[in-house]
């Protein structure tokens, strides 16, 4: 069965330092998200990407985050300088473009620590 | 701000029993998709409902969209220790593709055997 998988599972990383996440959206989905949960918080929307660029992003999702799809398999989440407030399991999910479009999955995401 | 509200926060049962997670908004969603997340994994998409009114079953997993698409059900019939789990609800506001999903806080169910 088609997943979404995400590298690496866990970073750990320096304050200040930029970080990039990486995920595999499931091939024939053009719909990809990323989404952060603080431990024991709610699962929180960050943005999402349609066709090369940003189609929607939160409040958290300032000018230290930005998102690529370098290629045509891997879409990535990148960090520019990282906060001790960053640490958080970030979620990967893609959706598709058909009759289940509100129906997205999600990847087992990456936790990052941030020191 | 869109909210959704899940309860009970947790739920401890004996194996055998019935029990119902509940997930309530003020607000319409357009459709609205149930969750199972194990410790240090990712959300697993359980299902999704979109029309008012709606029952889908899944084995003995029965979920239910309200009427006014403001609330949904989750009902697990003669529960086992492998539902054990966080259950959590999500919301899609827009009736379109790419729309981000609104959480709740999640239901944490733990079945004794």
């Known amino acids: 069965e088609p997943e979404v998988t995400q590298t690496p599972s866990h970073q750990v990383t320096q304050m200040g330092q930029e970080v990039i996440l990486r995920c595999v959206p499931i091939s024939n989905h053009l719909y990809f998200y990323w989404y952060r949960q603080i431990l024991g918080q709610k699962v929180e929307f960050l943005v999402s990407?349609?066709?090369?660029?940003?189609?929607?992003k939160s409040e958290i999702f300032d000018d230290q985050f930005s998102v690529e799809r370098p290629d045509g398999s891997n879409f990535t989440l990148k960090i520019r300088s990282t906060k001790l407030e960053d640490s958080a399991m970030y979620f990967c999910a893609s959706s598709e473009n058909g009759p289940s479009y509100n129906e997205q999955f999600f990847g087992p995401g990456t936790r990052l620590t941030v020191l | 701000t869109q909210l959704l509200e899940q309860s009970p926060q947790f739920l401890s049962i004996q194996e055998g029993e019935n029990l119902t997670v509940y997930c309530n908004s003020s607000?319409?969603?357009?459709?609205l998709q149930w969750y199972r997340q194990e410790p240090g994994e990712g959300p697993v998409l359980l299902v999704t409902v979109v029309t008012g009114g709606e029952v889908k079953k899944l084995k003995r997993l029965t979920f239910q969209f309200g009427d006014a698409r403001k609330d949904s059900s989750l009902h697990i019939t003669a529960a086992q220790p492998g539902d054990t789990g966080l259950y959590l609800c999500?919301?899609?506001?827009?009736?379109?593709?790419?729309?981000?999903?609104?959480f709740g806080g999640g239901t944490r169910v733990l079945v004794k055997p």
């Open positions: 999500a919301g899609s506001m827009i009736k379109a593709a790419g729309n981000k999903l609104t």
């Open positions: 990407f349609y066709n090369n660029e940003i189609s929607e």
């Open positions: 607000s319409v969603f357009s459709s």
